[in-house]
């Protein structure tokens, strides 16, 4: 098949003198000199390249379990703001599965009335500046839901490309308030 194709190249384990396992690709491919074929090889050490792929993968799972099991919700967008990743304490407290939002503009779900003040946060956001609000949100059967959030641009070297938000929802706090508020008016009467 070699003579068919020409040239191939492959990855293989190989054992040093040293008796240890390394990461090789070679290449190899038919060269006519004189007239004649021959077979020309060339060999690439590239565990040190498998070492950095696999500790990426290994921080990229722990950072992955940190954000999935925090007791935040934290959720990414595009610079259009449309929703590209939620966690699955978003889930939880929005009742959306990641997947129904994915693609979506965050303002879908964003009480109408906070929508104006979110986008305009979420501008200087964007203009790399990081910003906390708090916005009003409608969950998924319809009930609201009250987000302490803070917003952080996602940065590929100075350019922003996205926004990172981190939430917690505050509204059994404002309800309290709310109700210490009214018996404080009815008791000042």
Not at 9 to 20: I, S
Not at 97 to 123: F, K, M, T, Y
Request: with cysteine; aromatic share 4%; net charge negative.
């Amino acid at each position: 098949t070699l003579l068919q194709a020409g040239s191939v190249e492959f990855e293989t384990l190989q054992r040093t003198k040293q008796g240890e396992l390394r990461n090789v690709v070679v290449s190899a491919r038919v060269v006519t000199i004189a007239g004649q074929k021959l077979l020309h090889c060339l060999k690439r050490d590239v565990t040190a390249q498998h070492a950095v792929m696999e500790a990426l993968r290994q921080g990229e799972e722990r950072y992955r379990t940190l954000i999935e099991n925090a007791n935040d919700t934290i959720w990414t967008t595009d610079l259009d703001g449309k929703l590209t990743f939620l966690n699955r304490q978003g889930e939880l407290v929005t009742g959306y599965r990641s997947e129904e939002l994915q693609g979506r503009p965050l303002a879908e779900v964003i009480h109408p009335d906070d929508v104006e003040r979110v986008n305009e946060a979420l501008g200087g956001v964007r203009s790399g500046e990081p910003r906390q609000l708090e916005v009003r949100l409608i969950k998924r059967d319809g009930e609201p839901l009250v987000l302490s959030a803070n917003a952080a641009p996602v940065r590929e070297g100075d350019e922003v490309v996205g926004l990172v938000g981190f939430g917690r929802d505050v509204t059994d706090q404002r309800r309290s308030e709310e109700a210490l508020q009214g018996v404080a008016r009815a008791v000042s009467k």
